[in-house]
């Protein structure tokens, strides 16, 4: 199964469970036995049911804790509360990482060690519940994959324990760098930091996924009101149909022709931006132009958030003026590089999973040290031993 977030109002801890119990009906009585297993049950209540805001129905979920439970709590006390419990092991091992993904964001912010950090807002009982709850319904519901829709960045300031706060909250921001954000132009928080180190713990895909088809829609109301726009994430369930056997994304394209740049300078320059960082191949084709000149036709593909750094590389270690973008689609075999070591020799080799079956490549460097009389039959040698060793890893995970 694949969840698609759609964040049509933000996202909370209380607006992502809600949005799960709604999607999953029943799930209320585990998440009460998920509390006694925390050891949560005589500080928090759990509340959830449906609502309607006069446009969308849904779940809204709620954890009542009384007011002592409202204060701060370190993150090492925290940790030590998840393991002492008797949480099953996924569920502990989630809530965990959701920690400290906001330990981790809360120390880099005030400059202290991850254990010393201490959790207001997230500290208290409510706040430590929603993310047991959130950590159950990720790891007990069958959900194998995530994706999640642009995020609404809000606007103004929110009264927090170290005072009035820029919205998106620092904690929030750094959670979620290399997210998509967008503005909607709608004053107030759209994404609490429990919220944001959820999303970041799911690290879901930009967008729907191909190979899917659409089962249900559900909605989890948030508690704050908007203008003009529910407060609600929305959660679109999706069952997974017979994919190829390749997988599929998109890389950006850039091309130009040089003709007036030397082949040792040029070649030199086109080392440079295929050692860049997101490069993916930089391939050379002659061609004949103006005049009868001989040049070079250059193509690069990259990944797309390195756009601007790999065009300004192109501009500085080529004499070319102009250069052509766009993004295309790729198919792209599954593989993986294991290490063979044949007659006390280690050889690198990429093995390929095709549709009709895999095939392997040895490195061709590593086969230079071979003599050339022996070369092929080594090679054929070690790529069968090579598939060998891969299928028989298959076997003993299978067992």
């Not at 005589?42 to 954890?63: C, H, I």
């Not at 390195?306 to 102009?322: D, Q």
């Not at 790529?383 to 995970?397: F, H, M, T, W």
Request: hydrophobic share 40%.
């Amino acid at each position: 199964m694949h969840i698609h977030l759609d964040l049509v109002g933000g996202i909370s801890g209380d607006m992502f469970n809600g949005a799960m119990l709604n999607c999953f009906p029943g799930r209320e009585r585990d998440l009460e036995k998920v509390m006694v297993a925390a050891g949560f049950s005589d500080l928090v209540r759990l509340e959830s049911g449906p609502t309607n805001d006069g446009v969308l129905t849904g779940t809204r979920f709620k954890v009542l804790a009384d007011t002592e439970a409202h204060h701060h709590r370190d993150y090492s006390e925290i940790k030590k509360i998840l393991k002492d419990s008797v949480l099953s092991e996924p569920t502990r091992d989630a809530a965990l990482a959701i920690f400290e993904i906001i330990a981790i964001a809360e120390a880099e912010i005030h400059g202290k060690d991850v254990d010393s950090v201490a959790f207001h807002e997230v500290g208290a009982w409510d706040s430590i519940a929603d993310i047991v709850c959130a950590a159950y319904l990720i790891t007990d519901t069958g959900v194998t994959s995530w994706s999640v829709s642009k995020i609404p960045i809000g606007r103004g300031q929110v009264k927090t324990a170290h005072g009035m706060l820029p919205i998106p909250a620092p904690a929030t921001s750094l959670i979620l760098q290399e997210f998509e954000f967008f503005d909607d132009q709608i004053e107030g928080e759209r994404v609490t930091p429990t919220g944001a180190a959820i999303l970041k713990y799911l690290a879901p895909a930009k967008g729907i996924p191909g190979g899917v088809t659409l089962r249900q829609s559900a909605t989890g109301f948030g508690t704050k009101m908007f203008p003009g726009i529910s407060n609600v994430v929305r959660v679109l369930l999706f069952d997974r149909v017979d994919l190829p056997a390749w997988d599929t994304d998109e890389v950006l394209q850039l091309e130009f022709e040089v003709d007036d740049q030397t082949p040792e300078a040029l070649a030199a320059a086109l080392d440079q931006v295929r050692a860049e960082s997101g490069v993916l191949d930089v391939l050379q084709i002659a061609y004949f132009g103006k005049k009868g000149r001989q040049g070079t036709s250059v193509r690069v593909l990259l990944k797309p958030e390195m756009e601007v750094a790999v065009t300004e590389l192109c501009f500085v270690s080529t004499t070319t003026l102009g250069i052509r973008k766009q993004l295309v689609s790729r198919a792209k075999l599954r593989r993986e590089e294991s290490v063979i070591n044949h007659g006390g020799q280690d050889f690198r080799v990429k093995v390929s999973d095709r549709p009709r079956g895999k095939t392997a490549k040895v490195d061709m460097d590593d086969l230079q040290t071979v003599n050339i009389t022996l070369r092929e039959e080594m090679r054929r040698r070690i790529e069968g031993q090579a598939l060998s060793y891969v299928e028989g890893e298959k076997d003993r995970e299978e067992k």
